[in-house]
């Protein structure tokens, strides 16, 4: 999940230093309307926990719909009053770059909180997350003084025009996986455009989310632009998916999740959905390479960084038998080094499940991959288990068929699953045969191969000899039961703005 607009940061404490830290932070934990911190109306909270010891950070504010109507009421009107849309271009891409500047101010601050709800390491946190939602902001805001509109060639007696316009109140459903970097690839575009936008974290990834949205009233941001609305999936975001007054959905989150939302806006008021879902994505090594190492690690990377926790990471590997073994028993060195350990110390590169429910259904399927007649070679054990969280080790499952359910299903977990195939074809055909289509990847010397596999993978990206390279102006999105529309990139714009036609008539 790089992002090569992300500014790495040094090393700035240890694992004594990370903790100390910790013990100093203050958590926020109620929702952030109208530039207030603001209980549920309720009163009821829910518990945040670190997945790493298990133990309980604090409460948040559980809102639901009366919090909703609020957040929404206050949106409405300060996008009615143009407090933000109203302000030209330059005069948002300024307050949202000091936005950006504010954020990574208190980037250590921030990182510290999404290790301690999210179990991810914090030598990623500190260089790919943060800094990924920095540089996500940046880059819309530096975009909105140069974008221009259209006109459409009518002839000498008119002037037609085409401009965009922000849709009104935006939501944006997030999940926790890299919550901030998601979060970033919502807001810039969305509040760049003009939009009253709320946010809505996953209830296991609140409060670096928190923290970051209150650092953009200060940069003049206005507070009915940007809140934060804090509360369980079915509650607080479905709240958001029926209210008839939020103009658009920027959803990204699994599939299921993402069908309902397609629900609400059809029962509601049509409010358009753009949804960024699962994936089930092919990584291709045909038997045309030369560099098994480096291809070793891209393949490790690929599906175990974020401990498999990433809607894009490449879990089916498709491979030429004839190399199978020997690629294999590269992969599983690595397998070897990417073991668990402590999320707050900096040299920790797989960090804890996000939570024991999720740890149990990636468990159950490695019992299912067995109980289809797939072969373990490695991993797939519950480990750190003294600490109090949920860790488990990178696994391989050898001798997979591409109808096994570890094959088809998303497991969101580090279990790579390995298909050997005869010859491209195959591996193409095999590659497609999924309900997903986020991302894919081939491994060839044969540039017309190379060519030829782009074409013909159904997946938003495709990468050939690499895997997840990435930079925020490359659209990000799913063909199939991946999602539609397009995170990242000014496709995103699309999402989030109207677009107006007007029409002059000159001869009158
Ligand atoms: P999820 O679908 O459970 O939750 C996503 C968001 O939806 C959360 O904010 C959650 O609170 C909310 N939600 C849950 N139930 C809801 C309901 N009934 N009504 C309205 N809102 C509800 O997903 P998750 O477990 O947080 O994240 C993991 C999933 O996200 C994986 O499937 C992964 O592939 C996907 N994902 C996709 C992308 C992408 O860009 N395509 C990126 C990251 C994650």
């Not at 590169?349 to 024991?356: F, L, S, V, Y």
């Amino acid at each position: 999940m790089a992002d090569d607009t992300a500014i790495l940061t040094p090393r700035t404490r240890d694992l004594d230093g990370w903790r100390e830290l910790a013990t100093q932070l203050s958590l926020p934990c109620r929702a952030y309307l109208g530039g207030d911190w603001h209980s549920a109306e309720s009163g009821r909270t829910f518990t945040a926990r670190n997945p790493a010891t298990g133990e309980p950070l604090t409460e948040v504010a559980a809102c639901d719909t009366a919090d909703v109507d609020r957040a929404v009421a206050i949106a409405r009107r300060t996008f009615e009053a143009g407090e933000w849309r109203n302000q030209p271009p330059a005069e948002r891409k300024a307050r949202m770059l000091a936005w950006a500047d504010a954020i990574t101010a208190h980037a250590d601050e921030i990182a510290l909180l999404e290790t301690l709800e999210t179990g991810k390491p914090i030598g990623q946190t500190t260089s790919v997350d943060v800094p990924g939602l920095v540089g996500g902001l940046r880059w819309y805001a530096e975009a909105l003084d140069k974008l221009y509109g259209e006109t459409a060639p009518n002839g000498a007696s008119s002037v037609c025009f085409i401009e965009r316009e922000p849709v009104g109140v935006v939501a944006a459903v997030v999940p926790w996986n890299y919550p901030l970097i998601i979060a970033g690839w919502k807001l810039g575009p969305a509040l760049g455009a003009g939009n009253s936008v709320i946010l809505k974290p996953a209830e296991q990834s609140t409060l670096a989310t928190l923290r970051v949205a209150a650092l953009a009233r200060n940069a003049g941001i206005p507070s009915g632009a940007l809140q934060v609305i804090t509360g369980l999936g079915h509650e607080a975001g479905q709240a958001l998916g029926l209210h008839d007054d939020v103009d658009a959905i920027g959803f990204t989150g699994s599939t299921e999740i993402g069908k309902k939302f397609l629900e609400y806006s059809a029962r509601s008021n049509m409010k358009r959905i753009g949804l960024e879902c699962g994936g089930k994505s092919p990584h291709i090594v045909t038997r045309d390479v030369d560099d098994l190492d480096r291809i070793a690690m891209y393949v490790a990377y690929g599906v175990w960084y974020n401990q498999g926790e990433t809607c894009h990471a490449g879990t089916r590997l498709i491979v030429d038998r004839a190399i199978k073994d020997e690629l294999l028993a590269r992969v599983r060195q690595w397998a070897d080094r990417l073991q668990p350990g402590d999320p707050l110390d900096p040299d920790t590169q797989m960090g804890a499940m996000i939570e024991p429910e999720h740890a149990d259904k990636v468990m159950g399927y490695l019992q299912q991959g067995r109980d289809e007649g797939a072969r373990l070679l490695f991993g797939g054990e519950r480990v750190r288990q003294d600490s109090g969280g949920v860790f488990i080790t990178p696994a391989i499952f050898d001798d997979v068929t591409n109808d096994m359910r570890i094959a088809r299903e998303e497991i969101f977990g580090p279990v790579l699953v390995v298909i050997a195939v005869d010859g491209l074809d195959e591996a193409l055909e095999v590659a497609n045969d999924t309900d997903y289509g986020l991302g894919a990847a081939i491994w060839t010397q044969r540039m017309s191969d190379g060519h030829r596999a782009a074409r013909a993978l159904r997946a938003g990206t495709v990468w050939v000899n690499c895997y997840d390279h990435t930079s925020i102006n490359a659209p990000f999105g799913g063909y199939k039961q991946s999602g539609q529309g397009r995170d990242k990139s000014l496709h995103a714009f699309d999402k989030y703005t109207e677009l107006k036609t007007t029409w002059i008539e000159l001869d009158t």
